[in-house]
Every structure is written in C-alpha cells, then in structure tokens.
C-alpha cells in the first residue's frame, strides 16, 4: 500500500489539488476492484463448502450420478464413491486429500481470512473517499477564491 504524506492542502493550487484528487481517485478505484475480487473469491469459497456438505450428505451405499468436468465445456459421467473425501486445490496447482470437516475447515479459514482482509480494504476506501472529498471541497473553495481575487483586481483596475 502507499505511504501517507502530509500535505496542506491550502499551499496547492487548483490545479494541482485536480491531480492529487485524480490520484486519489485512481487508487479508491483500485481498491474497490481488489474488494470486488475478494468477494468474488469468497463467494466460490461458500459455494466449495455448500458443495462439499451437499456431496457428504449422500450416503455412501448409494451411487451418485455425477457430471465431472474434463475440460470448461467438456463433461464426463461419473459416479461418486465415496461421499466424505475430497480432493482440495491448495493452490499453485496442488491437491490434498481431505475429509469433509477438514474440506469446510480449510475453506472457512480461507473466508475468515478474505473476510478480515476485506474490513481493512473498506477502512482504506472508506479514509480514501473522505479525502477525496476534502480535497472536492478545497479544490471549490481555491477555485473561489482565486475568482474573487480576480473580480477585485478588475474593480481596482
């Protein structure tokens, strides 16, 4: 993340305070995409644990008919076989084998942790939108000002 500077903001012209709100601007909307991908993320993370309870759910004396995807268009009928194990993707193309109470735990923790990392996303926006609004203001009142400045000059001249 970036470092906070101090700047007073009365020193800037109109100007300038534009580009430092285009800035700000730009970065409010970066972290807004990152908390968009965030939830996106724990959305599938929900789906894998509702998954995982639906499939365990099913009595291992039955066979499921199940659709396994060999490709994102190509599906391939299976039969599931055993109802609480689960290959779990750990990431950078690893699987582990777990249960399903190790399934859900893993991707709850994932979620807690998405979760956490959203609050501190929002802080920032949140801190971030306030500033832009400042600066909105003090770019209005610069604006102001100078116009004042000008319609006394023109009086006087």
């Known amino acids: 993340m970036s470092s906070s500077q101090k700047i007073d903001l009365s020193t800037l012209s109109p100007e300038q ?4 709100k285009q800035q700000l601007d730009q970065e409010i909307q970066h ?8 939830n996106m993320a724990k959305t599938k ?13 099913i009595s291992e004396s039955k066979k499921q008919p199940i659709l396994v995807p ?7 009928p299976g039969e599931i076989v ?15 084998e777990k249960t399903d109470e ?3 735990a893993f ?4 979620i807690d942790k998405l979760n956490t990392e959203s609050v501190q996303i929002q802080n920032i926006i949140k801190e971030k939108s306030q500033t832009s609004l400042l600066l ?8 102001f000002t100078r116009h004042e400045q000008s319609k006394a000059n023109e009086t006087k001249a």
């Open 17 to 20: 305070l534009a580009v430092v």
């Open 102 to 104: 190790e399934a859900i």
């Open 136 to 143: 909105e203001n003090q770019i209005r009142q610069a604006a």
């Open 70 to 76: 060999g490709s994102s268009s190509l599906y391939i």
């Open 31 to 38: 972290f807004s995409q990152s908390l968009q991908a965030l």
């Open 45 to 57: 993370f929900t789906e894998c644990i509702e998954d995982v309870k639906q499939v365990s759910s």
């Open 82 to 96: 055993e109802s609480k194990s689960f290959m779990v993707d750990i990431g950078t193309g690893y699987y582990v």
């Open 107 to 110: 991707y709850q923790k994932k």
